[in-house]
């Protein structure tokens, strides 16, 4: 699925290229980007229609609003910038 967001004369477009069992590629702005289910886990067992159903959010974000996900294009340009921090809470370690 491709989606195209016209802001000031310049097509911004993301589209999904393959999605494999180690990640996904997508195009934006021109630019091929993989990303891995060990940094985007939420993604992995993600019915193919919502995955594809991706769209600009802004000059500078993607989203996929099917999966209630938003990157910056910079965290896909500089990963390392991002780290994934799991911030847990007393909930978390309650046993049953």
């Known amino acids: ?10 097509n911004m477009l993301v589209s999904v ?9 997508i195009s934006v702005q021109g630019h091929d980007y993989f ?4 940094r985007i886990p939420w993604m992995q067992d993600a019915p193919i229609r ?3 159903n991706v769209r600009m959010s802004g000059p500078e974000a993607i ?3 099917d999966l209630d996900v938003d990157l910056e294009i910079d965290s896909l340009r500089h990963p390392e910038r991002y780290p994934l921090l799991i911030k847990r ?3 978390d370690f309650v046993k049953a």
């Open 1 to 10: 699925m491709q989606t195209n967001l016209k802001n000031s004369s310049v």
């Open 63 to 65: 989203e996929w609003p």
């Open 35 to 38: 990303l891995s289910y060990n």
């Open 50 to 52: 919502s995955v594809l």
């Open 17 to 25: 290229l393959m999605i494999n069992a180690q990640g996904i590629m």
């Open 89 to 91: 809470n007393e909930l």
